[in-house]
Structures are given as C-alpha cells and as structure tokens.
C-alpha cells in the first residue's frame, strides 16, 4: 500500500487519540458536528435547487449559444479563443456544467490547442461564483449581497483574460 492510501485513515486516528487524551467526548463532538452540518444543508438546499435548476433551464434553452455568439468579437479583442464563450458564461453559475462545456470543446479543438489549453487553464483558476455565495451567504443567513457578486463577476473576467494572455505566453499561438 502507498503512504497516500493511509492519510486519511492516519488522521482519522490522530484526531479521535487526541481528543481522548485531551478528555473529549469524540464521539458527541462527532454526532453535534455532524447536527450542525445537516441543519447547513437544510439552510442552503433552497438556493442550490433554485439555482441549478436556472442554470439547466439556460442551458436548455439555447440562450448559452446565442449569447456567445454575440460575446466572440469582444473576446477575440480581449485574447480569448470565441470557443470559450459557453464556458464563460457557464462557468460561475455551474461547475459540473462548465466541466461538461469543457470537456466538449477539449474533444472538438484538441486538448494541446489553444483552446484546449485555454480551457484547462480557466476552469483550474475560477470558481462557480453564483453557486459559491449561494451556498456560503445561505449557510450564514445572508439575505443582501450587495456587492459580493459584481465583484465577484469582475474577479472570474479578469481571471479569464489572464488565463488567455498566459497560455498564450506559456504556450504561444
């Protein structure tokens, strides 16, 4: 067996031994984490349904193409292969979506194209920023965003013009 098959069962045993030496009741400590974390998931189980469901009906509809269409000349000028236009506009709604667009245009374009390694890049270094505040404002009670999400959504556009320019450093083309 590899050292990497034994981590997690090594830690498991570390936490439980150091609870019992420092004269903690491990398993209730377990039992109220695992309470607290339930009534997380009943906190945030609305906005995630909510949202996915909005991020299937988009995508369903049509509405990713034809806005990404409408994107390809403005992100040409910004160095981003027009290809990726569905993982834009996917990506910071929904992670297993943007993987999916990725995946897709990786067997359209070749994984070693720029597009391929465009691709890789901006899904290794952004975040699914819709499902991210739903799920961290959700589980905190917060109700007003207010600037978190355009903020945010500056972030993830400045993330995919620097993931551009690099693979184009990096890789050129």
Not at 3 to 16: H, Q, T
Request: with cysteine.
């Amino acid at each position: 067996m590899r050292l990497s098959e034994w981590i997690v069962p090594l830690l498991l045993c570390f936490a439980g031994l150091y609870g019992a030496c420092r004269r903690v009741d491990v398993y209730a400590a377990l039992t109220r984490g695992a309470e607290e974390g339930l009534g997380v998931l009943l906190r945030v189980l609305p906005s995630l349904v909510g949202l996915l469901t909005a991020v299937y009906m988009f995508r369903a509809s049509g509405a990713a193409e034809f806005l990404g269409r409408l994107l390809a000349p403005l992100l040409s000028a910004a160095g981003i292969p027009p290809e990726c236009a569905p993982l834009l506009l996917v990506r910071p709604v929904s992670g297993s979506g943007a993987l999916a667009v990725g995946s897709e245009l990786m067997e359209r374009c070749g994984v070693d194209s720029p597009v391929g390694r465009t691709v890789a890049v901006m899904l290794g270094s952004s975040e699914t920023t819709f499902y991210t505040v739903a799920v961290y404002c959700g589980a905190a009670g917060i109700t007003k965003t207010r600037w978190t999400i355009p903020a945010a959504l500056v972030a993830d556009g400045v993330m995919f013009v620097v993931s551009a320019l690099a693979v184009r450093l990096v890789f050129g083309g």
